[in-house]
């Protein structure tokens, strides 16, 4: 095993360990927002450290074997990363959002400012 | 002008996901379908697009996007273990705070938005650019920011970057 394939054990390690955090943070956080917290922070960063693991066995490939298809690969998990980036977030402010609509309080709350926008909105 | 800012964004697109098609290259197919396409495309989205998107074609910006990814990076590492202390200790203190943002366009609501749901503590629920805020879930608000003046402690260095990049 050379220093190439102990860096993309490395990159895999660290991806499985914060996808299994953000598994754990569903299960220990009160309600919807903090598990959100958890799901999008964790899986994100656990995905670009995957993506970073394809990549850098794509290029190793690439440069042993001079196959096109590993530079197909590197490039397209390089943009599905980009993608992962714009969409996560997005999809998680989406929920939240929907989740505060529907009526869904956040648990423990110490202030709710958005509650209050709303309020004032329709009285 | 919206036009030609969609058609070369597709084309970019479309040639980096045929790369390899010949050799390291690109065969002659590949090249023909990818104009086909990305015209296409162009037509279809031009409305949508809108004048103002040339100010995507300028290389400055596209830098300071290269830029700012080490800055989003660590942000996100941070952000990581941040959540991993309260995983692990289950102290929080959530609440959902309006933050005061000096932003000007969509764009800059966009990055802002999506970064500092990607970073320490924070996730945006919904951003207003009529009163100028954002209304953030924070995962453990510090006594006595409740009602933040300002958005320094929220955003930290990510609102200056969002308006530099987005304008």
């Known amino acids: 095993m050379n220093y190439v394939e102990t860096l993309i054990y490395i990159f895999l390690g660290i991806s499985v360990a914060f996808n299994l955090l953000g598994s754990f943070a569903l299960l220990r956080f009160p309600d919807v927002y903090t598990r959100l917290h958890g799901a999008t922070k964790c899986t994100t960063f656990g995905t670009i450290f995957a993506v970073f693991a394809v990549v850098t066995h794509a290029l190793y490939q690439l440069h042993r074997t001079g196959d096109s298809k590993y530079l197909q690969m590197a490039l397209h998990s390089f943009i599905a990363l980009i993608a992962l980036l714009l969409t996560n977030p997005t999809g998680a402010h989406a929920i939240a959002k929907a989740a505060h609509l529907s009526g869904v309080k956040p648990v423990r709350a110490v202030v709710d400012a958005y509650e209050e926008k709303l309020g004032g909105g329709s009285e | ?167």
């Open chain 2, 1 to 167: 002008m919206p036009f030609i800012v969609a058609f070369l964004f597709a084309y970019i697109v479309w040639l980096l996901l045929t790369a390899g098609s010949n050799g390291l290259l690109w065969s002659t197919e590949e090249l023909v379908a990818g104009l086909i396409f990305a015209a296409i495309i162009g037509y279809a989205t031009k409305d949508i697009v809108g004048e103002n998107s040339t100010r995507f074609l300028n290389p400055v910006k596209w830098l300071g996007f290269i830029a700012y990814a080490p800055v989003l990076f660590w942000g996100m590492v941070k952000a990581n273990f941040d959540v991993a202390y309260r995983v692990i200790t289950g102290k929080i203190r959530p609440g959902i705070v309006r933050v005061p943002v000096d932003l000007e366009n969509d764009a800059q609501y966009t990055i802002l938005s999506n970064s500092i749901t990607l970073t320490p503590g924070t996730l945006t629920v919904e951003a207003d650019p009529e009163e100028k805020a954002l209304y953030v879930h924070w995962i453990n608000v510090p006594k006595g920011l409740e009602r933040p003046e300002s958005s320094e402690p929220v955003t930290g260095p990510f609102e200056k970057w969002a308006r530099r990049l987005g304008r």
